[in-house]
Structures are given as structure tokens and as C-alpha cells.
């Protein structure tokens, strides 16, 4: 295997590491969730024990394939910090 994984250009362990990161802000948002979505909040911790749990095999595992799940679950991270911390207050006609 490559010393640097491309294209994030990531070691091993630096791909690793992002994931169990990733992992770690979904649990912490999983108990952020509002109280009327706990279907949601329920969803968003098991899918942080699952990053957590493949961390490890995915990022010493096919570059292409670890790429593919550290962009998606960026981009996981990133819709459910939108529901966690609720709407962006912006303009409004009255």
C-alpha cells in the first residue's frame, strides 16, 4: 500500500483517525438530536458505532473505497449538525 492514499493524500492512519473522528461527532450530535426525533438520534448513534467499528479496516483498506466513505460520511456529518443546531434565522417578510 501507497505511503499517502489519494485523492485525500491521507496516511493509513491519518484516514483512520478522521474516522473515529467523524464517529465521535456524530455520537456527540446523536445526543443533540431534538426529543421529537428520536428515531433519528437512535439512527445517528448506530451509525456512529459503525464508523467507529470499520475505522480501522477502511482506512488500511482500498484507498478508493476508504476515499468514497470518509466523503460520505462527511457529508453525513455535515447535514446532521444542520438538524442539530436547528435553522439559520435570516431574513423574514412580515
Do not use: W, Y
Not at 16 to 34: G, Y
Not at 49 to 69: C, F, L, N, P, Q
Amino acid at each position: 500500500m501507497p505511503d499517502t492514499l489519494k485523492p485525500l493524500g491521507m496516511t493509513p492512519e491519518q484516514m483512520t483517525a478522521v474516522l473515529l473522528n467523524f464517529s465521535a461527532t456524530l455520537e456527540a450530535f446523536a445526543r443533540r438530536v431534538p426529543r421529537e426525533r428520536v428515531a433519528l438520534s437512535v439512527l445517528v448513534a448506530n451509525v456512529a458505532a459503525a464508523v467507529g467499528e470499520m475505522a480501522v479496516e477502511v482506512g488500511e483498506g482500498d484507498e478508493d473505497i476508504a476515499t468514497e466513505i470518509i466523503t460520505s460520511t462527511a457529508r453525513l456529518v455535515s447535514t446532521i449538525r444542520k438538524v442539530v443546531e436547528g435553522p439559520v434565522g435570516g431574513a423574514a417578510i412580515h
